[in-house]
């Protein structure tokens, strides 16, 4: 399948640097790259854990998210709720 993407020149410049950075034979092995580091960073964020940058040096940290991971995070939060929700013991009714 073929995927065409309409990217202006601050972008296109971005993807050929990081290919360059990365020594990535093809566009499609940097695209292929990038997805796979998307679909782990979207099951993480996912299972309620964070990304984070540790520095060797000092310990400090980064944590990494991106809107897309913020949103795939609330996504899924919403989705355990609904599935908690549905599984729950049902409440009785009052009697009278």
Do not use: C, Y
């Not at 919403?78 to 009785?92: D, S």
């Amino acid at each position: 399948m073929r995927l065409n993407f309409e990217l202006d020149e601050a972008q296109m410049a971005e993807i050929n640097a990081l290919k360059k950075r990365t020594g990535a034979n093809s566009m499609k092995e940097l695209f292929n790259n990038a997805l796979t580091i998307l679909d782990w960073a979207v099951e993480e964020v996912a299972q309620g854990k964070e990304i984070v940058a540790t520095s060797p040096d000092d310990g400090s940290h980064r944590v990494f998210i991106t809107p897309l991971l913020r949103r795939a995070a609330l996504l899924a939060r919403a989705e355990r709720g609904r599935v908690a929700a549905a599984t729950a013991a049902p409440v009785a009714a009052p009697t009278r």
